[in-house]
């Protein structure tokens, strides 16, 4: 199995950008598919953005596309998510979840029951 430890959350000021790291130990990290989602107060968890592994395809939420970049350095065993142009409303704890198996395609990935390691989170305040 793999733990999965979030940093780099904080307060920022609107149109500000942050890099959340998520780093992984354990299994082989290359060997997960690997994925951001978000949760915001009083609502759901939502996906934010997926990278597979060998070919570093990614998934993305259509509404984030364009401001949140995803990205994986497998011989760090670290996660990156790169946020630009923050809004209030990306308000929210930030998760980064593993999964040893997910089929191709952005319905698959989107989904948070297909993985099966997440770690604690970590807030993320856009303030206007």
């Known amino acids: 199995q793999v733990q999965l430890v979030e940093s780099g959350g904080g307060l920022v000021q609107l149109g500000g950008s942050l890099r959340l790291s998520c780093a992984a130990s354990?299994?082989?990290?290359?060997?997960?598919?690997m994925a951001w989602f978000r949760q915001a107060p009083g609502k759901e968890r939502e996906f934010v953005t997926a990278i597979s592994t060998n070919d570093g395809l990614t998934y993305n939420e259509d509404s984030l596309k364009g401001r949140f970049t995803i990205s994986r350095d497998d011989a760090k065993n670290t996660l990156y998510l790169q946020m630009n142009g923050l809004q209030p409303e990306d308000t929210a704890v930030y998760y980064c979840?593993?999964?040893?198996?997910?089929?191709?395609?952005?319905?698959?990935?989107?989904?948070?029951?297909?993985?099966?390691?997440w770690g604690q989170g970590t807030q993320v305040t856009v303030s206007s």
């Open positions: 354990g299994r082989t990290f290359s060997l997960y598919a």
């Open positions: 979840a593993a999964s040893t198996f997910i089929p191709t395609g952005n319905f698959y990935f989107a989904a948070a029951y297909n993985y099966e390691y």
